[in-house]
């Protein structure tokens, strides 16, 4: 039987093969991502923990230190003298390093990096441990001398002797470039500048005897623990936060962490999609092989093979499938992988392909992953083949099941689809967030795994319907061409079933973005009614010189600052939370159009009022006039009386949880030294709107990090966030499509070797090439078709339970992009079409004679 098993997969290897390309693909995402994810966290560990110092000091992280919007959190930079006096103590320096930021040349030109990476700021203080080193020119001295990092200046074309412009939290000031550093390490993709230590306290900090952090050596034989433990003794506890080099390096690992695991995350999920889609393509190629070989296994049973033998064969075959689909999917992962380190490089964050990092998990989740899978998708058809008698095989009758009932499909689809659609129904009734989302996962997935269940019950009466106008445009060749896809109903939803995954996806995410646009754009015009919104593109504050500029500015007529604040509430219930609240001055009105409960804008903003989402007050039990005891940043605290009620959406933006905000005047009082964040800006009466801007983008010429936004611009920043979503769904898609077209393929070319009696016989009757051609092209697009108006179908349900679960959070338009819809429908035929040149060329090639004469 082994023997027998061997031969018969080599013989088949060719029909195999598609199969294998599929397992192929789940395994180069799945192997991808890990190799790239252990690589990353791997260079960024050794990086980390080469340059984190023995022990590292930093203020602490809670709501009472916490420092103004727009400035950075400090120490005392005079802790570094008293910690070098501990015992044990080999150095200790106090360390300036800011990420708030922005680097500009002499043409106004950012040289900060495009790829998101912060630019930081630090002061010129070397160690063994220092993660550059000076290669060209001079240390700084002085406030107009700086260094930048070679990297930085060669994609910027700055070189020695340039001037550039650093615009600071304190304000902006100029610098010359006395020196390049180049990195000693991995470049993670910042943009690097470094002055000297006074000039660092002053212009980044604002306080010329601060520092960020203070770090401490150890002396020979004094372990890092006890280092820690002899600082904190030192300092006090509590006062500070200590942290040792691993401690330190796995802090700095975990905030990179969550950049790391989106990008294994979406690999994981193009894995997930791929293994789900190849699933339907593997099922469908042993059902199709089981049915050509049902005389070769009955004879097999003759000779006294039992259904056991018979069943260990098929999965023996899968199971080489699947080791060589994993062998080959494993390398095409470590290709991946490379791709992505290199793509990574043109981003900024260089990471040497020659360090990737294979561990020994890799190659087991790859082997586990295509193996398992393709066991699992061959075990049914090798249990229909097992259960074939041997006079019935002989007789060459067909198993893959053309003519059998679909009774079973019918009731066990029925009951799994009810339980979806119900919880779908709940999902669609609930006024809870976190309800609603679990039951609209439940019911999706229970809803697609009714519909792969139930595919087949749908062939016949949908197929009739979409290849019903076949006959009116190509005669008997439409006819014949519907007929085959009805021919085998399991066979046709099988395949179908593999694009229709893919375009439910689609389908439901275009809906919910779509609706999400929507909106979005009803919520800006209806609370945004300044001329222009000026913020950082980052929407981090920016100086007060901004400010100062843009009042300055000819043809302004009002300017309504905007400013942010972490801020602790202490609720009736006796809970605390913490949220973020906003600050406004008095003329709110003319620039936002909010809708009040009870209350107005004069009343929320008055010293000592704050003004909060009405929902969030009835569920706190607060109403107006109520006293809200209040924590502000430096352990400030403030009892403020509710003065405005606001509606949940029209006031959505102007806080965070609990719409929380009050005026400028209070949050002055209680948090002082706070920067702006935006600033609303109408005109003076007779000056242009386009005027207005040319003026504003002249003044902001020097700070490129201010982006100027009107009520288009605003929505244009909606739909871009929006599309990076949309666009990671249509890779999800283009994968699918890949591994669906690879399915309808493998499909069509099995079945035309399954017809090639029947294909004879067409020819010799005076079927000519051509029309064969067509029938089997017709016969692809009816089944792509067939594909596409399930998946959208299915989309479009979930999209709109979806677009429920939005509405609960103020998103309550409805939108459904039709076009996307209709361009779907047609591509699907597109495909269709190409999936079907290779079989139906190979179809019509085929000898006459030899096509009659087979077996």
């Excluded at 070769?296 to 033998?309: F, T």
């Excluded at 260990?312 to 290709?335: F, Q, Y």
């Excluded at 779907?824 to 004469?853: C, T």
Aim: glycine share 10%.
């Amino acid at each position: 039987m082994l023997k027998a098993t061997l031969r018969s997969f080599l013989a088949h290897k060719g029909r195999l093969l598609l199969s294998a390309l599929a397992v192929l693909l789940s395994v180069a995402f799945v192997a991808g991502s890990l190799i790239f994810s252990d690589t990353v966290s791997r260079t960024f560990d050794r990086l980390f923990a080469s340059t984190a110092a023995d022990v590292t000091v930093s203020p602490r992280e809670t709501l009472a230190e916490a420092v103004p919007s727009g400035a950075t959190a400090t120490l005392p930079a005079a802790l570094a003298e008293r910690i070098a006096q501990i015992d044990g103590v080999a150095a200790a320096r106090a360390e300036v390093e800011v990420q708030n930021i922005t680097v500009v040349d002499d043409r106004n030109e950012s040289v900060s990096p495009t790829g998101g990476a912060p630019t930081l700021g630090n002061n010129w203080n070397p160690t063994d441990r220092s993660p550059v080193k000076l290669t060209s020119g001079h240390v700084p001295h002085g406030p107009g001398e700086a260094l930048i990092d070679s990297e930085t200046a060669e994609r910027s074309g700055v070189g020695l002797g340039d001037t550039l412009n650093v615009i600071a939290a304190p304000g902006s000031f100029k610098v010359e470039v006395v020196g390049l550093v180049t990195f000693t390490t991995t470049n993670p993709g910042a943009a690097l500048l470094f002055v000297d230590t006074p000039t660092a306290q002053a212009k980044f900090l604002g306080a010329p005897e601060g520092a960020t952090a203070v770090t401490v050596d150890a002396a020979p034989g004094v372990s890092d623990e006890s280092l820690k433990d002899r600082v904190a003794h030192t300092l006090g506890t509590g006062r500070y936060d200590l942290r040792t080099a691993d401690e330190k390096a796995r802090s700095d690992v975990e905030q990179l962490g969550g950049f790391l695991d989106i990008i294994k995350y979406v690999m994981l999920g193009f894995a997930g999609i791929a293994v789900l889609v190849g699933v339907f393509l593997i099922v469908n190629t042993f059902s199709m092989l089981i049915a050509q070989r049902t005389r070769e296994l009955g004879l097999l049973r003759a000779l006294g093979a039992d259904r056991r033998q018979v069943r260990r064969s098929v999965l023996t075959e899968a199971l080489l499938l699947g080791l060589v689909g994993s062998t080959l999917g494993l390398a095409a992962g470590i290709g991946l992988a490379a791709g992505l380190i290199e793509l990574m490089g043109l981003l900024g964050m260089n990471i040497k392909s020659t360090e990737m990092v294979v561990g020994w998990a890799t190659p087991v989740t790859a082997y586990v992953v295509g193996v398992g899978v393709t066991f699992v998708a061959a075990y049914l058809p090798a249990r229909r083949a097992a259960s074939v008698s041997p006079m019935a095989a002989l007789a060459d009758a067909e198993v893959a099941g053309v003519g059998r009932p679909l009774r079973t499909r019918a009731i066990v689809g029925t009951v799994v689809g009810v339980a979806g659609v119900a919880a779908l129904v709940g999902c669609v009734a609930s006024s809870d967030v976190g309800s609603a989302a679990s039951l609209l996962g439940l019911g999706v997935v229970l809803t697609l795994v009714a519909t792969v269940i139930a595919g087949p019950l749908l062939v016949r009466p949908v197929i009739r319907v979409l290849g019903g106008w076949f006959p009116a445009l190509f005669g008997s060749i439409g006819r014949m061409s519907q007929r085959n896809a009805l021919r085998n109903p399991r066979r046709t939803g099988a395949t179908a079933a593999a694009l229709m995954v893919g375009l439910a996806l689609v389908g439901g995410m275009s809906v919910a973005s779509a609706s999400m646009t929507k909106s979005f754009e009803e919520q800006i015009d209806q609370t945004l009614g300044a001329d222009f919104v000026l913020q950082n593109a980052n929407f981090v504050p920016f100086p007060q010189e901004v400010t100062e500029r843009v009042r300055g500015t000819e043809g302004v007529g009002l300017v309504v600052r905007s400013r942010f604040a972490p801020i602790a509430v202490a609720l009736p219930g006796g809970d605390r939370i913490e949220t973020t609240a906003a600050g406004y001055d008095p003329r709110l009105d003319e620039v936002a159009n909010v809708t009040y409960a009870q209350g107005d804008s004069a009343a929320a903003l008055a010293p000592g009022r704050m003004a909060m989402d009405r929902d969030f007050a009835r569920e706190q039990g607060l109403r107006v006039g109520s006293t809200v005891p209040v924590e502000f940043q430096g352990g400030r605290e403030a009892e403020l009386t509710v003065g405005a009620l606001t509606d949940q959406e029209s006031s959505e933006g102007f806080g965070m949880r609990g719409g929380i905000y009050f005026g400028l005047t209070t949050l002055e009082r209680y948090a002082p030294g706070a920067q702006d964040s935006a600033l609303y800006v109408n005109g003076a009466p007779g000056t242009a709107v386009a005027d207005l801007r040319d003026g504003l983008e002249g003044t902001l010429e020097a700070y490129p990090q201010v982006q100027v936004r009107d009520l288009a611009d605003y929505k244009q920043l909606v739909n871009d966030q929006i599309a990076v979503l949309l666009y990671l769904v249509y890779a999800l898609l283009g994968l699918a499509i890949v591994i669906a077209v690879l399915g309808v393929v493998n499909t069509l070319a099995l079945s035309v070797v399954e017809r090639t009696r029947e294909i004879g016989l067409l020819r010799a009757i005076g079927l000519a090439r051509r029309q064969l051609r067509r029938m089997i092209r017709l016969e692809s697009v009816v089944i792509a078709v067939f594909g596409a108006v399930l998946g959208l179908a299915l989309g479009l349900l979930w999209g709109l339970c979806t677009q429920q679960v939005l509405a609960l959070e103020g998103m309550t338009a409805l939108a459904i992009p039709w076009g996307t819809i209709v361009a779907v429908v047609i591509g699907s035929a597109v495909v269709g079409v190409v999936a079907a040149l290779l079989p139906a060329l190979r179809a019509s090639r085929m000898s006459i004679l030899a096509a009659i004469a087979h077996e």
